[in-house]
RNA sequence: UCGGGGGUCGUCUAAUGGUAGGACAAGGGACUUUGGAUCCCUCGGUCGAGGUUCGAGUCCUCGCCCCCGAGCCA
């Protein structure tokens, strides 16, 4: 076999990591990293790269670091480095002792700045933000040279000192890498080292008021680790020349960076400006409203990590831009949520049933199984009686072709129970809004079954009025109408025009079995016949609010539909 | 226009120069005490033009298209 999912470890950074080991150029270890920015919520398309660097550690015995890339202050928030260690955790792994930050080696890097300076490899420019854009040139012309890039060793040295003190305010200088400014990559064209930020840093205080850029920092940071692969996204493919330049000029341990596609979902948007703008915009609950592809709000949502991981191993690894088809992770998590949730019932837009030939006071306790994929989950008693409620939807007053579901006269099963027929039909005489359902029973197809070779071809789920619970259910649907949320036809208008304004349904009144009673937040379920549903947050003792994490596929919607086309 | 990187079924992703395979999606069927799940089948692809070769997705040449890059963001 020679597919993407069953042979995890055949993308071409694995290729190139066997290769490595096999020439020893790393003495044979596998080191990597995981250097989030905390400047927002970790979401599903981070998911990827915590996977292929951690997993990548896991699969060739090495080790892998979560190191907080902080290294812009008037970003960066507390709160984000402790969510994001909450979310690597959740997905299941473990960077052991090894937590580090950016911010734990701005003396090293300073050091470093200053040999760089020595060696007359780094100046101090006192050109505005402006005139350097300016003297930067363009893609296609070359830049020049600045009137300060040859400044003397001392002179540089005391001024680079001076700005480290706090002398000068946030823009009079930085630190330049002297380099080329004729370069064909602008990035070579005497790159930022360090600019003056009199902003408090969430670690480092205010010791510090200049800040190492990114590309002054990470390869060093990287470096210093003792990191083997560098593995960061395609748009830095051309910082790697830079990268690769300070490390030379440095002389020091050198990781190889590789960059791969970052992962794009169809009718979602997973970049860090959009999600904040929904949730400061209030066009959603917060970072993990369930409908988010942040791990907060998968989290919320319901999905499993290890359904996220396998997609994650399902997607591969190329370099290749592509957007996966959201349908792929919603396939990844009913895969895991069908081996392990626990089936119940729910009815969620309740339909009273009155069984006419049930005894008036009788209860019966039958059994259910929890799982029939998964037979070690065991059973459970779920209560039957005279007064139930059916779905709404699994009623209809004139049945369409190949409907096997209630009707007037039509007899169906009651999953785990017996079979009834219903017989009568009571609406509201204003508005013909069918009211309550009367049905007869068979008493010879208790546990829903008979001899006699009967053929019932639906079976439909139910609750015991009586001793249903109350629940709120909030069903969630794709937060973007359109696969790629970014085309809009109107001008001026951005991703949030193409909203799903029915991405939330909130119903309430929904009746479930009383099993659930026990549920806490984070239990997950399926509601038969309806999808998989986890126990929200804000559930309460005497109210339980679950959430809706992805319907079963409904074969009956698929039926109606062609029966529509014709 | 300059530099960098890409282009294989609808969407992803495989294929020492040797039968273009898998997954998701779609369509069909079997089965079913969830119209769920499961199983089976079908549909469908190498950006284009030349060249090398017994043989090219793969090598060469020339085109075409897409993405990234002019932050004191990462």
């Known amino acids: 076999m020679t597919t993407a999912d069953s042979a995890p470890g055949s993308d071409f950074i694995r290729k190139i990591i066997v290769e490595d080991l096999k020439t020893n150029k790393f003495g044979g270890r596998v080191h990597t990293r995981f250097p989030p920015e905390p400047n927002g919520y970790l979401h599903i398309g981070h998911a990827k790269s915590i996977c292929l660097n951690f997993g990548i550690a896991e699969e060739f015995g090495g080790l892998c670091n979560l190191r907080f890339d902080d290294t812009n202050p008037t970003k960066e928030e507390e709160e984000y480095v402790e969510s994001i260690q909450e979310d690597v955790h959740w997905l299941g792994f473990d960077w052991g002792d090894r937590l580090f930050y950016a911010s ?41 040279n600045s009137p300060y890039r040859d400044r003397s060793v001392e002179e540089n040295l005391d001024l680079f000192e001076r700005m480290r003190a706090g002398e000068f305010e946030e823009g009079a200088h930085v630190l330049r890498a002297k380099i080329d400014m004729a370069s064909p990559n602008l990035n070579m064209r005497d790159p930022v080292m360090y600019r003056i930020l009199h902003a408090t840093h969430h670690r480092t205080g205010d010791q510090w008021c200049i800040y190492p850029t990114y590309d002054w920092a990470h390869g060093q940071c990287d470096s ?13 493919e051309d910082h790697r020349p830079l990268y690769d330049w300070f490390l ?24 860090k400006r959009k999600l904040l703008e929904l949730v400061e915009g209030g066009y959603v609950t917060g970072w993990d409203d369930p409908r988010m592809p942040t791990l907060s709000g998968l989290r919320r949502r319901g999905y499993p990590p290890q359904a996220i991981r396998n997609f994650c191993e399902r997607i591969g690894v190329a370099k290749t831009n592509s957007i996966i088809d959201i349908s792929l992770l919603e396939h990844c998590v009913r895969e895991d949520l069908n081996q392990r949730a626990p089936r119940v019932m729910a009815v969620l837009r309740p339909l009273k049933v009155v069984i006419d030939n049930y005894p008036e006071d009788q209860v019966e306790e039958l059994e259910a199984v929890n799982n029939p994929e998964d037979p070690d989950m065991g059973t459970r008693k779920v209560p039957f009686s005279r007064v139930l409620y059916v779905e709404r939807d699994d009623f209809r007053e004139d049945p369409p072709k190949k409907w096997f579901r209630l009707a007037p006269g ?4 009651l999953k785990h129970a017996y079979y009834v027929t219903c017989v009568d039909v009571v609406k509201d005489e204003q508005t ?8 007869t029973y068979d008493p010879e197809t208790r546990g829903g079954w008979s001899e006699d070779g009967r053929k019932v071809r639906g079976t439909l789920h139910w609750v015991s009025a009586s001793h249903a619970l109350d629940a709120e259910v909030r069903l969630y649907d794709r937060l973007f109408l359109k696969a790629n949320p970014d085309e809009v036809d109107e001008e001026g208008a951005d991703f949030k025009a193409n909203l799903n304004p029915n991405s939330l349904e909130t119903l309430t009144g ?22 998989y549903f986890c126990v929200d947050p804000d559930s309460t003792d005497g109210r339980l609010v679950f ?16 029966l529509k086309g014709r």
């Open 432 to 439: 013909g809004e069918v009211l309550e359902l009367h049905c």
């Open 248 to 271: 030379d000029q440095l002389g020091i341990h050198h990781p190889q960076q590789i960059e791969f596609a970052r992962l794009n979902l169809s009718y979602t948007v997973l970049s």
């Open 104 to 144: 734990d080696y701005f003396d090293q890097l300073y050091e470093w700045a200053v040999q760089l300076i020595k060696d007359g490899k780094a100046y101090v420019d006192s050109l505005s933000a402006e005139e350097i854009r300016e003297y930067r040139g363009t893609l296609t012309e070359p830049g020049k």
């Open 224 to 236: 210093i680790e003792g990191i083997t692969h560098s593995i960061c996204t395609l748009e830095f």
């Open 510 to 531: 929904c009746k479930v079995e009383p099993s659930l009673a026990d549920a806490v937040p984070g239990d997950r379920f399926q509601f038969l016949r309806l999808g």
């Open 547 to 562: 959430n809706r994490t992805v319907p079963l596929r409904d074969s009956w919607a698929k039926i109606e539909k062609t």
């Open 410 to 413: 039509r007899e169906v099963r």
